[in-house]
């Protein structure tokens, strides 16, 4: 089944992704003589990783999608606070895995210094857990510079909240050029990983939100209790019907049974005046075909590794470390 889904892949995706790399200006095999164990090594290191710790995985996706998506995929959420900048994008928004990314880097490092992107890992580690708990393979085009600026405020103009109705979202997207498509399909990312209850609990109390599949929220509420002495910080699988370390269409089916987490999830049920009922009948024919989510998916990472990305001569630069840029400004 495995290669079958390989195959499949393969055969459907040559065509889109080339145009797709060659309009962000990225190359499939970029480091194929600079570093030709680049994309092995960071392999390596994410199967390690995800076999200590299944988890792991979805916050190098997550990760990737918050870096994509504030000035463009540059590793800028990577950037730790210094004496000069007190505020980086990584203090807005706690997420996890940037110790592993570093510990990946190091890897990198170690095999070709000073050649390969902080911004090309994350999009590679991002892939590699794609493949590894979702069972396809894809190829993600690389050739990112690291960006020099890391700026907090940005993170609320560029994330999209999980209190977003479908219009909001729509536009959040559109921003940066994804369509009603990308944005259904990137979704399916929340049928694996972890949420804070914070984010859940708005939909909880004092009334459950009507959209809301009933049993899912009695269960849901065992887990977190209402908003109090530091409730909203504790794990919730984002998944919590199938394995939440799997990723898979399962998430369409949870939206379609009400048995989803946010709003942001939910509202892909909705209609608008200019999409109608079309991200519902996206949710629907995902729920119904894995192979053809799994060619998107694959697709609309690709796409949304493109976004915004400093290439050629720069602006950027490749860092030394994922956390600090080269001059330590
Ligand atoms: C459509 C708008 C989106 C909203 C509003 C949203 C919101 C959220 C929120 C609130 C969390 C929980 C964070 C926490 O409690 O720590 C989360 C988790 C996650 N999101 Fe999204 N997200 C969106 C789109 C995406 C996209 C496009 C991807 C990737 C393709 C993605 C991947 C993930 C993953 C993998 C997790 C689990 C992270 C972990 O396990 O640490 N999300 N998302
Ligand atoms: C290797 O890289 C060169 C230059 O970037 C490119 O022309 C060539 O097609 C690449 N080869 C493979 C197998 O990707
Ligand atoms: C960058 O991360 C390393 C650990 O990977 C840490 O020792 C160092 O202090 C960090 N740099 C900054 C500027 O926070
Ligand atoms: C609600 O969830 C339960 C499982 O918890 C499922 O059996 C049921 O079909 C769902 N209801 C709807 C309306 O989808
Ligand atoms: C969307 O609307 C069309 C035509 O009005 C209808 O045939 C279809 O079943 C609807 N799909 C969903 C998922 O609601």
Request: hydrophobic letters at 40%; a neutral charge.
């Amino acid at each position: 089944m495995a290669a079958n889904k390989v195959v499949v892949l393969m055969a459907f995706m040559a065509a889109a992704l080339s145009s797709v790399s060659n309009a962000a200006g990225l190359q499939y095999s970029f480091y194929n003589s600079s570093c030709p164990k680049a994309e092995d090594t960071v392999r390596n290191v994410v199967q390690g990783m995800i076999r200590s710790d299944p988890t792991i995985g979805a916050a190098f996706v997550r990760l990737f999608f918050h870096d994509c998506f504030v000035r463009g995929c540059d590793a800028s959420i990577l950037l730790d606070p210094t004496a000069n900048k007190p505020e980086t994008e990584k203090t807005t928004i706690p997420l996890r895995g940037y110790e592993a990314v570093n510990k990946i880097k190091d890897a990198v490092e170690a095999v070709c210094p000073g050649v390969v992107s902080c911004a090309d890992i994350l999009a590679f580690a991002a892939r590699d857990s794609t493949c590894t708990l979702g069972g396809f393979t894809f190829h993600m085009p690389s050739g990112r510079l690291d960006g020099f600026q890391s700026i907090a405020d940005e993170v609320f103009q560029g994330i999209p909240s999980p209190a977003f109705q479908l219009q909001e979202l729509l536009d959040s997207f559109a921003a940066k050029g994804l369509n009603a498509e990308d944005l259904v399909v990137l979704s399916g990312a929340h049928s694996f990983g972890l949420t804070h209850c914070n984010f859940v609990t708005p939909r909880l109390y004092p009334t459950v939100d009507p959209t809301m599949n009933a049993t899912f929220a009695t269960e849901l509420k065992k887990v977190c209790p209402p908003p109090r002495n530091g409730g909203g910080f504790i794990s919730v699988s984002n998944n919590r019907v199938t394995d939440p370390n799997k990723l898979s269409n399962q998430f369409y089916k949870n939206v379609a049974s009400g048995q989803v987490l946010f709003t942001s999830d939910q509202t892909l049920m909705d209609e608008t005046p200019t999409t109608g009922n079309k991200t519902a009948a996206m949710v629907a024919d995902n729920a119904a075909n894995p192979i053809a989510w799994i060619v998107r998916f694959a697709g609309a990472m690709v796409k949304m590794g493109g976004i915004e990305v400093l290439t050629g001569t720069g602006p950027g630069e490749v860092r030394k470390a994922c956390n600090v840029t080269n001059n330590a400004s």
